[in-house]
């Protein structure tokens, strides 16, 4: 369960010790602009939150593990994050054929290891074979597996590889975008079966072999992960020199979001994210800090109110609770999300650095998400009378009943620790007060929140994110009835509903054509039944902002990544 | 005429107690120093508070403000005779300036009247009028005062009801060791050691983290206030054992036991009386310890839940040093938390100088 901003029980306890620091902040002391040879030696400096859990790119499935790694392999596509549509990675081309059965990768030939051995396309089946050995636990294999069956590849040559699929699948493009591991390195401890002990943290940074743009120099656990410049990197810029240009990379490992704001502003880090209350005090200190403000773009995750459908927990003995009846009654959840505030939250929760989120797809997914769909307006009037005409009246003042006179009661849990949705539910909970409906609201701690959604099912109400990514179908296991973060009721033996059997039925049919422009129009009308049907009410989505040194140039950030991150370096002095 | 004559003597009774009461209070009063005094009126103070809250609070406490997060204080004005009629006090109403920043500016063209004793609370506005955020709103733009006033309730009885249950644990364990001596004594006092041992804190949060959820505000209040007496007694349990192994060589103890007195007896009439002055003045020294207990669980997301408030929990949004610089006024609940911490200790001080027994020899 990918979660954006998850757990920071940490950071809090971490306050003390930065409460000297913030104390010299808040007194004004109005240092004079932050000096650094950053620029000098031409490396960037930014934060990162946790120390990776390791360096073996295919193990890896934490967010700091996954930057860690990131610049060091690559994949044999990539994507252009402002087209969202793919560009050649380490293959140079592909191509469909055979009725789009048959995916051909071309790979480049002026590749290599930092070891000095070519890349070729041994590298690619050794991964694949690593990725499909189900004694090797990771994250790619879900993505990888079509109709639940590997796909065949094979190598002709040491430059080609080609893909067999059973069926159309469209995904494939995206499912190809597994960092490709040195099979000359790597194939030995493979066959000894000590693959999933290889290049753990522990390992020297000098023995990890990679061939990305950089390479990993130095880590000290919990203080920083240093990378120098690949000088062999395949990527050429438009005269023809070598890239990337910056020579050096740190990523300061700092795990209180505080301490990361004072660094960037004393000058220690050259990036930072702000969160939307710093947005305005670091635009006003812009200049004195020598720095740029810029809005990225629409968070790419979707957060949500999900309601519990799932009848293993609702239905005891024969009794079906009535809790159950209200969340799978239409009327219920169209009132319900009539009372979702979305402005307000906007307001309160993000100083107006946010946007009502209609769809569980991000605007920012340019192709798949529907702009169609129309927003339930915040209307406690409205939803008051969708709930009289569905027979949910006031049984007494202030409590309201279903039709069985049963009071409207249920319980609304999210995470700890995160005070955004502390106060999205607190607004929730004001405005269903109004309404009569009672809502009893207990923050959990993630362990304890993802134990009660995925395994004793234990609860009625949840605020709760998703990470987005492009590829609509990485959705399935939310999407799917027997998906298992199909959040109101995981893992269906078979679809419930009609509509969630047509979820299923459209998941499949968006997976045949290969054109994402003619695939679109499945996803849309999925997203269309969500809307109608409401399992999820969506509430509303931050607008991200980065800030970033003046000197940087060629710094282009957008909510998929960087443009072009191999041109970045610092403005010469 | 003799039942009459009882009555009339039984009057003078109660009204000489009531006088001996009277001039008791009256010699505490002038006995004690002024930071005492200022103690004790401010407790008071703070109690009607929790007693009074939905009259002495200008607002409800869970109503949101959507458009007036993070408001400042707002200036009371005093009216000019002219507007009388509409009322003796008035304020500028804010009006948010920059969403981003939470700047706000005094609307000088429009004034909000705060009417006193007003539908049933001491001070408020007009329904429909502006609000006045006498010591300003917090982050949903909920009233900070009127969320004080509340929030009074549960830190200012959690001391109270704390020390009643591990008191009253304590006492009688104690008593009880210290009474029978021998292996029991050394039994409940070795178990009494095992619990002191466990790091308190930590045992509060595991104990405050299995809390099932689902349960009203109340319940876990009270959840919380048993989980902290029940970490805090063994240690007075300890010392009250202590006394009561040297009362019970007490000549006058040895004489009850050698006419037959029971154990019960023993316990109730000889051993307890004997420690109960010194538990007394133990007692209002530990209620700032709760106090600041609850602050720190609530501070953690452990304690009093949202929206329901209480000094820590409504302290926690100043965990954020970005917001205690802009918004300072968020830390007045702080204010008040050391304001009652202090006063319980200062009286708690002079209630030992003056009963203490052991202080007195």
Redesign the interface.
């Known amino acids: 369960m990918a979660d954006t901003d998850s757990g920071s ?1 940490g950071r ?1 306890l971490a ?1 003390v010790a ?2 000297a620091a ?1 104390a010299t ?2 007194c004004g002391c109005r240092v004079s602009r932050p000096r650094n040879d950053h620029a000098a030696t031409q490396t960037l400096y930014d934060s990162m939150v946790s120390d990776p859990g390791t360096f073996n790119p295919v193990l890896v499935t934490d967010s700091a593990s996954a930057v860690a790694t990131g610049d060091m392999f690559e994949s044999l596509t990539r994507v252009n994050p402002r087209t969202t549509l793919f560009e050649p990675g380490l293959a140079q081309s592909w191509k469909f054929s055979d009725g789009d059965k048959t995916l051909t990768f071309h790979l480049r030939h002026d590749v290599k290891w930092s070891d000095g051995a070519p890349f070729t396309a041994r590298d690619v089946l050794f991964t694949m074979r690593v990725i499909y050995d189900p004694k090797i636990p990771n994250s790619m294999v879900s993505a990888m597996m079509i109709d639940g069956k590997p796909i065949a590849v094979s190598a002709p040559d040491d430059y080609t590889v080609v893909a067999r699929l059973p069926r159309p699948f469209a995904p494939i493009l995206s499912s190809m975008q597994f960092a490709i591991l040195p099979a000359h390195a790597l194939a030995g401890a493979y066959e000894a079966g000590r693959f999933n002990r290889i290049w753990g943290i522990d390992t020297p940074p000098d023995r990890l072999i990679g061939l990305g743009a950089f390479l990993m120099t130095r880590y000290v656990p919990a203080q920083l992960i240093a990378y120098r410049r690949n000088p062999d990197y395949w990527m050429r810029d438009e005269h023809g020199a070598p890239l990337p240009r910056l020579k050096g990379e740190v990523h300061l490992i700092v795990p209180d979001q ?1 301490a990361q ?1 004072l660094q960037f502003q004393s000058g220690m880090t050259d990036v930072y994210h702000p969160r ?6 670091l635009e006003q200190a812009a200049k004195r800090l020598d720095i740029t403000v810029r809005k990225v773009g629409i968070d790419t995750g979707s957060l949500f109110f999900a309601f519990n459908r799932n009848p293993r927990h609702y239905v005891r003995g024969g009794v079906v609770d009535p809790r159950l009846k209200w969340f799978t009654d239409v009327n219920f959840m169209r009132a319900l999300a009539h009372a979702v ?1 979305k402005q ?1 939250m906007i ?2 929760c993000y ?3 946010a946007v009502p989120a209609v769809s569980d797809v991000s605007p920012e997914n340019k192709i798949y998400h529907n702009p169609n769909l129309k927003d339930y307006d915040y209307d406690l009037e409205e939803a008051a009378q969708i709930l009289d005409r569905a027979g949910y009246r006031m049984i007494r003042p202030g409590v309201r009943g279903d039709p069985e006179g049963h009071p409207l009661v249920f ?1 609304l ?1 999210t995470n ?2 995160v ?1 955004v949705r ?2 999205m ?3 929730f ?2 405005d269903l ?1 109004q309404l009569g409906i009672t809502v ?6 993630f362990i ?1 929140l993802v134990k009660a959604l995925d395994s004793s099912f234990d609860w009625d109400c949840v605020l709760i994110g998703f990470t987005g990514t492009i590829e609509p179908n990485d959705a399935s296991d939310f999407l799917r009835s027997s998906g298992n973060l199909h959040i109101w009721d995981p893992a269906q033996p078979k679809p419930a509903t009609p509509w969630e059997a047509q979820i299923d039925h459209l998941m499949d049919e968006g997976t045949m054509v290969v054109d994402p422009y003619k695939r679109a129009p499945y996803y849309w009308q999925i997203q269309q039944i969500l809307h109608d049907q409401l399992p999820i009410i969506e509430t509303v989505r931050a607008v991200t902002y980065i800030a970033y040194r003046n000197t940087l140039e060629n710094y282009y950030p957008t909510v998929w990544g960087f443009y072009h991150p191999e041109w970045i370096e610092f403005r010469a002095q | 005429m003799n039942a009459g004559a009882a009555h009339i003597r039984a009057e003078n009774h109660a009204a000489a107690a009531r006088r001996g009461w009277r001039a008791a209070a009256g010699r505490e009063w002038r006995a004690a120093s002024l930071t005492v005094k200022l103690s004790a009126v401010m407790l008071l103070a703070f109690y009607i508070f929790a007693a009074a809250s939905p009259m002495i609070a200008p607002y409800d406490p869970a109503r949101q403000w959507r458009t007036m997060p993070d408001c400042p204080p707002m200036r009371l004005h005093l009216a000019p005779p002219s507007d009388w009629s509409r009322g003796f006090l008035y304020a500028f109403p804010m009006r948010l300036d920059n969403p981003m920043a939470r700047h706000y500016v005094e609307d000088r063209s429009r004034r909000t009247f705060v009417h006193l004793f007003y539908r049933g609370r001491l001070f408020t506005t007009a329904p429909g009028a502006p609000p006045f955020f006498l010591m300003g709103s917090e982050n949903l733009g909920r009233d900070l005062f009127s969320r004080i006033v509340y929030g009074a309730r549960v830190s200012m009885c959690i001391g109270l009801v704390g020390v009643a249950i591990s008191f009253s644990l304590g006492i009688m364990v104690g008593a009880f060791s210290g009474m029978m001596g021998g292996y029991t004594d050394s039994a409940i006092m070795r178990m009494c050691e095992i619990e002191m041992s466990l790091p308190s804190f930590y045992f509060l949060l595991a104990l405050a983290a299995v809390i099932p959820s689902g349960l009203s505000t109340t319940a876990t209040f009270f959840l919380i206030v048993a989980i902290m007496a029940f970490i805090s007694w063994a240690g007075f349990a300890r010392v009250i054992r202590g006394m009561a192994a040297s009362v019970r060589a007490a000549p006058y103890v040895e004489a009850a036991r050698a006419l037959g007195g029971s154990r019960r007896r023993l316990l109730f009439r000889h051993i307890i009386p004997a420690v109960i002055g010194f538990a007394a003045v133990n007692a209002s020294l530990s209620i700032p310890g709760y106090i600041l207990g609850e602050s720190a669980l609530s501070l953690l997301g452990l304690g009093i839940q949202e929206p329901a408030a209480s000094w820590g929990n409504l302290l926690s949004q100043a965990m954020d040093p970005q917001t205690i610089a802009y918004f300072p006024w968020i830390l007045m609940p702080g204010l008040f938390i050391s304001a009652a911490v202090m006063a319980f200790n200062f009286l708690g001080d002079h209630l030992r100088d003056r009963f203490d027994p052991s202080n007195a020899a």
């Not at chain 1, 939307?276 to 005090?281: D, G, H, I, R, Y």
């Not at chain 1, 009893?440 to 701690?445: F, G, Q, T």
């Open positions: 029980r809090r306050f930065i409460a913030v902040a808040i505080n704001y939307p209350e710093e947005v305005w005090p505030d307000g307001d309160l100083r107006g650095l319980r849990t700890t620790g005070p502390d106060q539910c607190a607004i909970k004001q007060q009893n609201y207990r923050p959990l701690d304890t």
